[in-house]
Each structure stands twice: as C-alpha cells, then as structure tokens.
C-alpha cells in the first residue's frame, strides 16, 4: 500500500513519508484539513454517500466488522484539530465498523525510521486522547467486543515493515508496551528480513527474519506477511510457530500479481491458524480498475482454498468513500511519479490509477457486499466470519493466547 513521498507535517516539524499507491496520501494530520489516523488522506474526501442498504442489515449491525487494513479519515475538521467532528463521526458510524488496522509510518530504508516511528504513534495517540468517547486503542481482542458495546470504533496499531526494527529486536517489545499490536514484516522493497513483492531476486526470508520472527512470536505480537516476496510469504509461514495472518492481498490464482498470494500460502497460512486478507486495489485485476465481481472472485477463492474460517477483508483504503475528480487525479498522477522515481511501482500501476474498486466506493460498501455475496449464497454466519469473526479469533490467539 505505502511508497514514499515527503510531506511536511507541521506539528512534528519533521517530514514523514507515505502514500497509497494511484492516490497520494499525507502523514499531516494536524495542521491540515484532512485527519486521518493511518493513512493520512491528501485527497478531497467529501460526502457522496448513498443511502445505505437496509437488505441483510440486521445480522451486520449486531456483529463485529472490522477491516484489516484501513485508516478513518475527517475531511471536515478545521486546522490543529484532534477532535473528530461531528459530521466525520456520524459518517464513520455509518459504515458499522468496529475496529481498523491503523498503520504507523513509516516504511522502507529510509533514515531515521525508528524516531519518525515514536513521533507518529505519538501523533496518534494524542488524537486518540482528544476522542475517548469514539476511539479506543485496541491491545487485546476483549477491547474489540468492548469497542463495539460502547460505539466506538477500536484503532489496532500496526506496522508495515520492520526496517525501522532492523537488527534492535528489543524494539518490538517496545512498539508492543506502546500499543502496537501488528507487525508486517517486510513491504515492497528487501529490508534485513528478507525481500518484498517487487524485489525481482526473490531472496526470501534472511537469518535476521527468522530471529525477528521468533522474537514477534515471543512477544505474542501479530506476524503479517503482506508485502512480503514469494519465497519470504513460503519461508516465514514454515518458520512460523502461531497464527498469523496476510491482512492485504489478492489470489494470485485469480490474477497473477506479485502483490496476490499463491494457493500455498493460502493454505499455509490456514494451516497455521492463520487468516489472508482480501483488499479493495488495483492489483485485482489486469485491467486496474477492478469490478465489484472481481473482488467477489478473490474473496470466494480464497474462502474456497483456506476455508471459510481462513478469510477477511483488509481494504487498504480509508472508511470513508473518495470522491474521484479532478484534484484526485492530480495527486494520483503526483504519485505515481514519486513511487516511480523510488522504484516502488508495481505492475498495473500507473498516473490514471486509483486505488478503490468503484462499485464499492461508497459508504455503505460492507453492507452492500454483503447483499452481494448473499445473493451467491453466503449465509450470515459465513458473512459474520469474513467481516470480522475470524480476525477476532485470530486476535484472540495471538495477543491473548
């Protein structure tokens, strides 16, 4: 999901880089118009919602939904402020999300990672604080269930990388007492881990991955391979010893990507007890712009090759829908650029591409992939574990287990 491009963000008084591929996104969320607790959104992100679906609402509105990878966002809120907003508010509540993977910037080798690491979770933490009543900090899956009796939405903490961890494996007990509840192994590019998706040597997993590894494991941490090359997803599912999981991804059977997982490590991971999530990108099909039915064949694939008991939905995009204009375009056009400049871009990106599959962009776009997916014979109780039951009880296994 990340590549890199700076941006000033002038409360830390420091440039932190992230962006989403097809779309250009600021770490800036105070002292910006746009606040986003994740994925920091330097697109116009406004109301254009439908009026969401009431078909099959009442097992969604009772069950616990969560997006594995994600960020939720606040186009309203004015200068310097850690306040959600009113409307924000009542716009996320609207989608019936219970919990988001948040991820803490930043990403890739670049220097001084590991402060710009701390400076960011505090960045966080301070609009977590201005929010008690709306936002919890998730550090067991109890917090989850709880979130979702009080209506509030839980914020899971994760990373996207451990270059910022390097060979100071103590820093992951560290990132653990802070909150961090996640940690993604490699991103695109090689870290000391082993090699990402678009590392065409395919190296996989280093000795220092197994050490990391083990020392996740050890601190009950959640280990998550998105990102990772193929040989590294193979050789870190074989060294894993407890659940955990691919949060972002597509069936490389379905479209050959290297950011989609093969069938063997869809089963691997549900062996270990593990979940692979299905995101909401580009790289679902060859054309760029996937289709809701092409999302559809990439979850139902991977319900089929792991199990039904093996499968989520991890976005990697904001709760919100994007509005697609001009300006959007503009940035996506930005970010191409920079991702290319930097060697981050993969196959099927390009400057007319934006990350969202345009026939859920919309606010209620769980529920009306839940009507979908009904209409193909899902039951409610399959649908309750993809969109959330089983990450709730691989949360449990791992942080509480």
Request: charged share 25%; hydrophobic share 40%.
């Amino acid at each position: 999901m990340l590549t890199a491009g700076d941006k000033r963000c002038p409360s830390l008084q420091s440039s932190l880089r992230y962006e989403v591929p097809g779309l250009m996104k600021s770490v800036a969320v105070i002292g910006r118009r746009t606040l986003m607790t994740g994925i920091a959104s330097a697109l116009v992100v406004r109301k254009a919602f439908a009026r969401p679906m009431t078909v099959g609402s009442t097992w969604y509105d009772h069950s616990i939904i969560i997006d594995g990878l994600g960020g939720i966002v606040d186009p309203y809120s004015p200068n310097g402020r850690t306040r959600l907003s009113e409307r924000a508010w009542n716009e996320l509540r609207r989608t019936g999300v219970t919990a988001v993977n948040e991820t803490l910037l930043p990403v890739g080798n670049e220097p001084d990672a590991w402060p710009k690491l701390l400076r960011y979770m505090g960045l966080f933490d301070a609009i977590v604080r201005a929010n008690p009543d709306r936002l919890r900090i998730v550090r067991t899956a109890t917090d989850i269930v709880s979130a979702k009796a009080a209506d509030q939405i839980g914020l899971i903490y994760r990373t996207q990388d451990t270059a910022m961890i390097g060979t100071a494996l103590d820093r992951l007990s560290e990132l653990k007492r802070r909150g961090v509840r996640v940690v993604q192994l490699t991103y695109n590019l090689r870290n000391l881990s082993g090699d990402g998706a678009l590392e065409p040597a395919n190296a996989g997993l280093s000795r220092l991955g197994h050490a990391t590894i083990a020392r996740i494991e050890q601190e009950k941490l959640l280990l998550d391979l998105a990102h990772g090359g193929e040989r590294t997803i193979v050789e870190a599912i074989t060294a894993a010893t407890r659940p955990l999981t691919i949060s972002h991804t597509g069936a490389r059977a379905v479209y050959d990507h290297p950011r989609n997982v093969s069938d063997e490590a869809i089963r691997a991971t549900a062996r270990k007890g593990g979940v692979t999530g299905v995101y909401f990108m580009p790289y679902l099909a060859a054309s760029s712009k996937p289709t809701g039915a092409d999302l559809i064949r990439h979850i139902e694939h991977i319900a089929n090759v792991g199990g039904e008991d093996h499968v989520a939905i991890g976005t990697d995009g904001p709760l919100l829908p994007i509005v697609i204009d001009d300006e959007a375009r503009k940035r996506a056009r930005e970010a191409f650029e920079q991702r290319d400049a930097e060697g981050y871009t993969a196959p099927g990106d390009g400057p007319d591409v934006i990350n969202v599959v345009e026939d859920y962009n919309r606010i209620d776009r769980f529920r009306r992939l839940a009507a979908d997916l009904t209409k193909r014979g899902w039951t409610s109780h399959r649908l309750e574990k993809l969109f959330g039951g089983n990450l709730v009880r691989l949360y449990r296994d791992t942080w509480d287990g």
